[in-house]
């Protein structure tokens, strides 16, 4: 089965702090590539699409490594509003379809 | 426009009862898809659809049916309830399945369905 691994946290950080998140995967003929928010008891949102030139909206930055087989999301000036679990989500062939698969997911605390 | 409707929200069942959970989504996506969700576990697909009159299986599909007569509805049906099918149940649509398409891939998904099998 196609994997995609992320450190589950918490991570507990102050307001305005950065912090960043990885998540790798197992399929090298992965071709899409998101991060998806949480919050808790609700359904998934897509936060941002990750592209190979890596990508920024705002305070979050999305990054690909292809050789590494690895995303990371970056989120500066951390607002108590960002505490959610992150989602990481790869999309890749599966048979003749093409099938996003998710991570478990980092949580994230920002405490005041 | 109302997105991706999925009903109910809560269902008890006892062990052996059978149900549908209802997907809906008036976007025209061609890409639906059911999740479910479990503690510590994430998402994991359990059916999934490419257009109407088109399914097929995800990671987890023992115990549960798919249809899809139209494009909009994509109902999960649970055969014969088991207390390991406890779960949040999430159905999810798209544009487009097939990557490369930036925005059109994003997942709508519904609000979800927590179920519970005694």
């Known amino acids: 089965r196609k994997e995609v691994e992320q450190d589950p946290g918490p991570f507990n950080v102050p307001e305005g702090a950065t912090v960043a998140f990885n998540c790798t995967y197992s399929n090298s003929a992965s071709q899409s590539f998101f991060w998806y928010r949480q919050d808790c008891r609700k359904e998934p949102k897509l936060l941002m699409s990750?592209?190979?030139s890596g990508n920024e909206d705002g305070r979050f930055t999305a990054q690909l490594n292809r050789a590494s087989q690895y995303i990371s999301l970056l989120i500066r000036d951390s607002k108590l509003s960002d505490s959610a679990t992150y989602l990481c989500?790869?999309?890749?062939?599966?048979?003749?379809?093409?099938?996003?698969?998710f991570g478990r997911g980092t949580s994230l605390i920002v405490h005041p | 426009n109302a997105g991706v409707t999925q009903t109910p929200k809560f269902q008890v069942l006892k062990t052996g009862q059978s149900m549908t959970l209802q997907c809906a989504q008036d976007?025209?996506?061609?890409?639906m898809s059911w999740y479910r969700q479990d503690p510590g576990m994430g998402l994991r697909l359990i059916h999934y659809s490419v257009g109407a009159g088109i399914t097929d299986q995800g990671e987890v599909p023992n115990g549960y049916n798919v249809s899809r007569s139209t494009t909009e509805d994509f109902p999960l049906r649970l055969l014969s309830a088991a207390p390991s099918q406890t779960s949040v149940y999430f159905c999810?649509?798209?544009?487009?399945?097939?990557?490369?398409?930036?925005?059109?891939?994003?997942?709508?998904f519904g609000s979800g369905t927590q179920l519970s099998v005694l």
């Open positions: 999810a649509s798209s544009y487009a399945h097939v990557p490369g398409q930036g925005r059109r891939e994003k997942l709508f």
């Open positions: 976007m025209n996506h061609e890409y």
């Open positions: 990750v592209y190979s």
């Open positions: 989500v790869v999309k890749g062939p599966e048979g003749g379809s093409y099938i996003p698969t």
